[in-house]
């Protein structure tokens, strides 16, 4: 069988999902030798930028007539395309606060040229194209991004959790910042992947792999409420990642 | 006649640029290092967020250097704040650091700039001849990455370093893994400087540089200091952090969409090369073996010696990681809490050496510790005169004026640099030439 030919894209964002992927050290050369690796500008100088795709992995936010239509012609190349990293998914911090009068801080943060940027609100990617793969996270999990690999290898659809932060923090035990300690922690209404990092570390949630979908958002609010944590810290904080994080309550 | 040299999407380089030059019967008109990154306007959407949230924020300008905004911001955030950590916690931010240098000067080398010297497209072409140079790479970025992660909590985007401290300390039992991981690293450096050593020279480019970078007299080091040094021409001038805006004086300049950074009205260089022709005490004795051992004298008039010093400050940074490391187990790691905050009014500046040169995070905060104002000066912001002024020396030092040859020497200048340019969106955004 032929190996699947494969791009690997950054639009607006950080390159930090691209990053964790050259960082799979023990497994770089073995993914190389798997995929037929035909575009990634990040990591090499011969590229075929119009071959068929068999898989896109697409980083970043659309934040301007570039990425937009860039995105537009990496879809229309490529048989699946998966968003990689909570930009792609979400907005991202691009998107932390969507009422900011954007045309106002081009201006206070470029000066007078700020009017003359390429710049448009920031849409994830599935505002603009279709996308069949969403893997949040900012930046990705490791493991998560080599067993979706491997599970498209194979054929099969990856699985990505659909429970929230809180479950993986149980698991481990730790001591709940938010019941306890009265901290803004997000993680109940956050989704898992990342085995409840910071909060392992003594260090509240911030929500930076989006919103879980089964959340009983009413009630997690109720519970900030009762420890007195005002609703707009907790609105501005979900929101971080994610701008419709909460939406549902 | 007028003719034009464009690389349209810069390749093995963090983000989205790209490089034109004009030429008129032969001279150079017009030089452009361009920059296709979109706004995110991330100084002005964080304003009236938390103190506690900025640092998470803001480290999410860029990936590669994400340890260094964390913990530019961190300092930033304390200093506006009054905010005085232990001892303790400027070591581990110190190692910290180490390991991000590490793990960038190691990916930059070897993924994306060692293909130039020896003519591949990339590194996966580079290790189907040169595999056990490619692995050697892959070990030392990975060192970098488990220094990231054991005192970070993860390689890409760090969680564990917070106001007043860190949110977990270490374990001796990871202290002792990362001790083996260094001394393995240790090795790793002598096949390095002699894999560095057999490169090609890339001799195509000379000219007169002004260098800046943060004073650190004592160990070399990226975190500690407030005091910036520019030297040129064996003159040094000393520059408090608080006035880094003497630096970024932007100006306008024909020729070129950008508003370049300059001192006394002339574009210097930051990064390695700069910060090792400024700091000339305090390398380990090993990475001082290693200049002559690579040929780097100082100070440099050629900007692809900054790989050379990249190669300096790899050794350094797993040699003096080591000593931090042996340190940490002989005195033990106190399990101190984090230094409490009071909210209050003020204004601080943050100066730090990322991988790719200095960086500037200040912020004004108000009486509750809301932040009001956020100002970030990156090093591809402060580099992007300077690394046009040596794009105009490389055509003018050419005596052959072919275009793909020109484009190679271009694109290896770049990435001597090694341009970060979601960083540096944060003070320029050119436009594609129409």
Redesign the interface.
Known sequence: MSKPTVGLFGLTGCAGDQLVILNCEDQLLDLVSALDIRDFLMASSANDVSCELDLALVEGAVLSKRDEEKLKRIRARSKALMAIGTCAVWGGVAALNPEADRAKLLEEIYGHQGAQYDSLPPRSLREVVKVDLNLTGCPIEKEQFLSAVSSLLNGDPPIFPEYAVCAECRMRENNCLLIEKSQVCCGPLTVAGCDARCPGLGIPCVGCRGPVDEANVSSVLAMFGEKGIPRERIAAKLRTFAPTSGDHS | MSTRIQVE?L??????GGITVELDDGAVAAVRFDI???????????R???YE?IS??LS?????C?VAHSLTSLKATENALGVKVTPQTELLRDLLYRGESIQSHA?HLF??AV?DYLDY?????L?ADHLDA??LG??M??LG?SIQETLG?????P??A?VGGF??LPSVDSLVALREALIQGVADCETTIKLLASLPAADFCHTDTVFAALSSPQNHGYYAGDEIIVSSNGQRQSVPAAAYRSLSNEKAVPGS?A?HSSFNGKPFMVGSLARLSTNTQGLTERARAAMGELGLRLPSDNPMDNNKAQGVELVHDVHSGLAMVDRLLRDGIKEEGCVAVCPKAGTGTGVTEAPRGLLVHSYTYDDEGRITAADVITPTAFNAASIENHFRSTIEQSASKDAPALRKKL?MVARAYDPCI?CSV?L??R??AA
């Open positions: 999407h390749a093995r380089v963090e983000g989205h296709f990154e979109g706004a995110r306007l991330l100084e002005g959407l964080v009236g967020r938390s949230d998470q924020i999410r300008i860029c990936s590669i994400s990916l993924c994306l293909p497209p990339s590194v996966t072409a290790a490619v692995k892959l070990r970025k990975k990455n909590g993860r390689a890409v985007h969680v564990n917070i949110g977990k969409h508003k694109e979601s944060h320029l955004q436009h594609h």
